[in-house]
T-cell receptor
């Protein structure tokens, strides 16, 4: 049973470009969470999605960031017109249920570097 | 609002020494989870504590949840170089059906052989 998959593992973008980060949850999991980790800091919640629905986006910046989890295919975190401050590790996690006591399984992350 | 403080931020120990990290909340938590992140790696779930005063052990690791469910600790006995990494506590926030986690700042453990 493959774990959570993320790609690319490393992404380099120049300021103003777009970044697309993909996440495939574990088999059987329909709940996806995105977290951002700045260097030397903890993880910060960004968004929680179920298939075709955004449930909680309270941690998403108001501009340039969007996320989706289509019926078919991976979840996508999209960052438009990237700036240097977007450089961070972006982790996706999945769980089989949305409950607060359910374990979240993290993917290997995408390390975004903005030049 | 609810927040959790994790201390210390860094800890350097000699191999064989013990290590403890603490997580303190200003309000009562429904449960608390602990994760380990190796350098360059991703968070890996270690354990979840739910009950007041709960104590759980995993080999050399001992996890405690305070009686008031406002604090928790992770204790490692006789550290090894494989214990190196950052240990995070995390708790769920929001309505019961969202499951989003709020992470502490983490404690980074360095073990000198």
């Amino acid at each position: 049973n493959a774990g959570v998959m993320q790609n690319p593992r490393h992404l380099v973008r120049r300021r103003g470009q777009e970044a697309r980060l993909r996440c495939s949850p574990m088999k059987g999991h329909s709940h996806v969470y995105w977290y951002r980790q700045l260097p030397e800091e903890g993880l910060k919640f960004m968004v929680y999605l179920q298939k075709e629905n955004i449930i909680d986006e309270s941690g998403m910046p108001k501009e340039r960031f969007s996320a989706e989890f289509p019926k078919e295919g991976p979840s996508i975190l999209r960052i438009q017109q990237v700036v240097r401050g977007d450089s961070a590790a972006y982790f996706c996690a999945s769980s089989p249920r949305p409950g607060s006591t359910d374990t979240q399984y993290f993917g290997p992350g995408t390390r975004l570097t903005v030049l | 609002g609810q927040q959790v403080m994790q201390i210390p931020q860094y800890q350097h120990v000699q191999e064989g020494e013990d290590f403890t990290t603490y997580c303190n909340s200003s309000t009562t938590l429904s449960n608390i989870q602990w994760y380990k992140q190796r350098p360059g790696g991703h968070p890996v779930f270690l354990i979840q504590l739910v009950k007041s005063g709960e104590v759980k052990k995993q080999k050399r690791l001992t996890f405690q949840f305070g009686e008031a469910k406002k604090n928790s600790s992770l204790h490692i006995t006789a550290t090894q170089t494989t214990d190196v990494g950052t240990y995070f506590c995390a708790y769920p926030r929001g309505s019961s059906n969202t499951g989003k986690l709020i992470f502490g700042q983490g404690t980074t453990l360095q073990v000198k052989p």
